[in-house]
C-alpha cells in the first residue's frame, strides 16, 4: 500500500519556469510534510517542510501548498534554475512522543533546461 | 562538522556474503534510520532507532538486522546477501522530525 502517491516522475521545465510536484497522501494521521532535494551521487537533504495547520508555506523561490480536506500538498518552484536539477522526493510522518518516520513518494526527476 | 558518516560508500558483494554496513552521527541525536533507494522505488525504510539499544522493523525488514549498541552508531548487516537486495543504503538521524541523511553505501549483490 502507497501511502504517498508522488507525480510527475519526471518533470522538464524551462530556465525561468515554474516547476511543479504533486503529492497525495491517505494516512489522516499524517502530520508533516517535508520536501527534499537529491543530487546524483548525494543523500536527501531537507528542502521546506509544512504542518497541517498552515495552508502555504515559503521560503525563498520554494513554496508548499496544502491542501489538508483533498490530503494533498505540492512544491512550487519559482523562478526554475538549472541549479535545481535533481529528485525530489515528498514525504508524510506522524509522530508521537517525539520520533517520526518518514513515508517518501517515489520521486520526480526535475530538469531545468537552460 | 561531520553530520551522517556511511562507511563504506561503494561495496560488491557475492550472493551468501554476508557485511555490515555502518552509519555513524556526531549530532548527539537520538533517532537514526536505514533506507534502501531502488530506481522508481523511492526510499523505503528498513529499520530504526529511537534509542541506544532500541530497534525496530520498517516497511522492509526482511533479510536485515541492526544494532544500535552506541548512541552515535547504528549498523545494519546483511547475514547471506541476494541480488534482491542490490541497491543504495542510506542512514539518516534526527532529532525530531528533520533528518539529516549520509551520503550512501552502493551494494552491488552478484
Known amino acids: 500500500q502507497q501511502q504517498v502517491k508522488q507525480s510527475p516522475q519526471s518533470l522538464i521545465v524551462q530556465k525561468g519556469g515554474i516547476s511543479i510536484i504533486n503529492c497525495a497522501y491517505e494516512?489522516?494521521?499524517?502530520?508533516?510534510f517535508p520536501w527534499y532535494q537529491q543530487f546524483p551521487g548525494k543523500g536527501p537533504a531537507l528542502l521546506i517542510a509544512i504542518r497541517p495547520d498552515v495552508s502555504e508555506k515559503k521560503e525563498g523561490r520554494f513554496t508548499i501548498s496544502f491542501n489538508k480536506s483533498a490530503k494533498q500538498f505540492s512544491l512550487h518552484i519559482m523562478d526554475s534554475q538549472p541549479g535545481d536539477s535533481a529528485t525530489y522526493f515528498c514525504?508524510?510522518?506522524?509522530?508521537?512522543?517525539?520520533?517520526?518516520?518518514?513515508?517518501f513518494g517515489k520521486g520526480t526527476m526535475l530538469l531545468v533546461s537552460p | 562538522n561531520a553530520g551522517v558518516t556511511q562507511t563504506p560508500k561503494f561495496r560488491v558483494l557475492k550472493t551468501g556474503q554476508s557485511m555490515t554496513l555502518l552509519c555513524a552521527q556526531d549530532?548527539?541525536?537520538?533517532?537514526m534510520y536505514w533506507y534502501r533507494q531502488d530506481p522508481g522505488m523511492g526510499l523505503r525504510l528498513i529499520h530504526y532507532s529511537v534509542g541506544e539499544g532500541t530497534t525496530a522493523k520498517g516497511e522492509v525488514p526482511d533479510g536485515y538486522n541492526v544494532s544500535r549498541l552506541k548512541k552515535q552508531n547504528f549498523l545494519l548487516g546483511l547475514e547471506s546477501a541476494a541480488p534482491s537486495q542490490t541497491s543504495v543504503y542510506f542512514c539518516a538521524s534526527s532529532r525530531t522530525h528533520g533528518y539529516t541523511f549520509g551520503s550512501g553505501t552502493r551494494l552491488t549483490v552478484v
Open positions: 494516512n489522516t494521521a499524517f502530520d508533516y
Open positions: 514525504a508524510a510522518s506522524q509522530g508521537n512522543s517525539g520520533y517520526s518516520t518518514l513515508t
Open positions: 549530532m548527539n541525536h537520538e533517532y
